[in-house]
């Protein structure tokens, strides 16, 4: 196979051409465990022990200069169609995605039953109730009983083996987009429900099929995102071969067809704490023990570690590189980024091997947990009080001891926040972004939550944050768990930021909109923090609707009252979400080994302590003291 470095050089001399390679061969990585391994097929070895990371080879490399889109499509499709991978002969009737039971989902309609059938019997002229636990408890296992079947008919197969569940499998949807792929932020949810449930083959081919995509060498227009980037999506293609044979292949989308070329960088991150999970609950760790797997994780560790031109310990990201993958003004720092980069050191921690080689990305670890701990805990935290402080704030402070470190101009207190905020001490939360001269106060629920189930927060922060879910429960719960972002960007905050998209209107999709899949996160964290009661009422909720609208994505308006405009029907992690949810809440053990405590470890290690540079606001002292405010 030509080396794509060779195709490159030829390229950069003739400017007009573009190299195109879609996916080509791995280049030799920074680890010496892991070694560029051209075989051609992939699949034999993946339960096994195996020194080398198996990889998968595709000989796409193409030049365009100004040919018409369709030679190119027909050129990639050519070449995908080379790309090697084990070949199973398959009915040529089947469907290009293979879903465990088919797609033709007939969901179970359970009609609902009108009040008065339901509770009441009338006995001499009395009225008294007849069981309507015994009904209530009927009906909700026929809810979860087709949430399960409606799980279990996402499942995606590759070579006959699960590896995954499609985003959503609603059999009128024509024209599904990218749903019919194998998201892996969202099959999450999905991998803990099968866990709970002791179904753990299909978490296992997860996480090992996607450790091979990541070793893939990924380009978009000519240029090529860092190594261990985990794909947003896969999905499995079926392409004939001679005779009557197919064969399968993985096909992942790094972001080089995602609608705005967005960097999935949540993907690594849900990868590692999934691999924790699943060390967890099954209570195998000899997978997260293999060689390849450990430089899964070092690979994903080193490309967020790596030095760049950042002033915080804070992940720099791009927009729409996380759930919320469109434009929505999240560039920088944005909460659920760092949260769920927390929750990933802090599992590769726990995960890692420490020995010669691996002892310094350790310590790296380390320093870096203690310092974005001490980072968010102190700069993104909001209560009544400290948004009183900003708005008196003084600005252009020039000094390494400013009070207003970040230079926020008090205008910025925007009026809904100042009447937004309640009143008690006892709440408070996190805010979505910092920045030089920006803070983007909006409630981000995800960050929020993965910041409780992490202890990114301390643990009054923490337990500030149910506070204030439970206070503004109308605001970020309403009709239906949970807003994923309060409150919606509007008029002219919406034609700048979102760049006016149609999808993200006010209260709708990722601009204040509802998404129930947030439900099992909420559950982890309120039984983190001793609230399973909040979670239950959420999932109560939750439960009086799902079923009955087809488990939609998500839903719109300001309290969450419809089904979102362009919402899509029988949306797996909806399913997953609300299924897991109701397992944890019965499973409190497992619930536990889900969370992470304060490490009283992690706060000894200031690093400007260990550094020599330390300034006074950050000490071993003050970080200390953090786990009492
Ligand atoms: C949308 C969501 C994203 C999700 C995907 C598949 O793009 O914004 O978070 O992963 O759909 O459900």
Known sequence: MMNAIGFLGNSTMRPSK?????????????????????????NQNINNQDPYRITKLRNVAQFCTNRPSSVTTQVASEARNLSASRTCTKDPTLDKIISKNGLNVKPLTIERLEEDEKDEEVVNGDVRNIDKDGLENVRRKEIEEEAWRLLRQSVVTYCDSPVGTMAANDPTDTAPLNYDQVFVRDFVPSALAFLMKGEGEIVRNFLLYTLQLQSWEKTVDCYSPGQGLMPASFKVRTSPLEEDKFEEVLDPDFGESAIGRVAPVDSGLWWIILLRAYGKITGDYSLQERVDVQTGIKMIANLCLADGFDMFPTLLVTDGSCMIDRRMGIHGHPLEIQALFYSALRSSREMITINDSSKNLVRTINNRLSAISFHIRENYWVDKGKINEIYRYKTEEYSTDATNKFNIYPDQVSPWLMDWIPESHRCGF???????????????????????????GTPKQNQAILNLIEEKWDDLIGHMPLKICFPALESSEWHIITGSDPKNTPWSYHNGGSWPTLLWQFTLACMKMGRPELAAKAVTLAEKRLQADRWPEYYDTRYGKFIGKKSRLYQTWTIAGFLTAKQLLQNPEMASSLFWEEDFELLETCVCVLTKSGRKSCSRAAAKSQILI
Not at 37 to 42: A, D, L, T, V
Not at 438 to 449: I, K
Request: with cysteine; proline share 4%; net charge positive.
């Open 18 to 42: 573009c190299l195109l390679r879609a996916f080509t061969r791995l280049s030799p990585s920074r680890d010496t465990a892991f070694q560029s391994h051209h075989s051609r097929c992939i």
């Open 430 to 456: 996190l805010v979505g972004n910092l920045q030089p001269a920006h803070m983007d106060f909006r409630f981000f629920t995800l960050g929020n939550l993965w910041s409780i189930i992490s202890s990114l």
